[in-house]
């Protein structure tokens, strides 16, 4: 699993998390929006699910990259 998260440095994934995450940024980020309709139960349509798992995929690795860094040091 470190060898994924060694793929793509930190300051790399820090700017793919805030792009993606607040992508786009008017009206409203589509992650936001999408985690309304999650909560509403409104989030049904597949394409609607591939786009949250979209926006959210970085923040994960970021999670997970930056769990994995702790347990090293």
Not at 9 to 25: H, M, R, Y
Not at 28 to 38: A, D, G, N, T, Y
Request: net charge positive; hydrophobic share 50%; no cysteine.
């Amino acid at each position: 699993m470190r060898r994924i998260t060694n793929l793509i440095s930190l300051k790399n994934l820090i700017v793919l998390t805030i792009f993606l995450g607040l992508a786009p940024f008017l009206p409203e980020p589509h992650i936001w929006q999408k985690l309304k309709m999650l909560t509403q139960g409104t989030l049904g349509n597949p394409r609607d699910i591939l786009d949250l798992l979209f926006h959210i995929t970085p923040l994960a690795f970021l999670i997970l990259k930056l769990s994995l860094d702790r347990k090293k040091t």
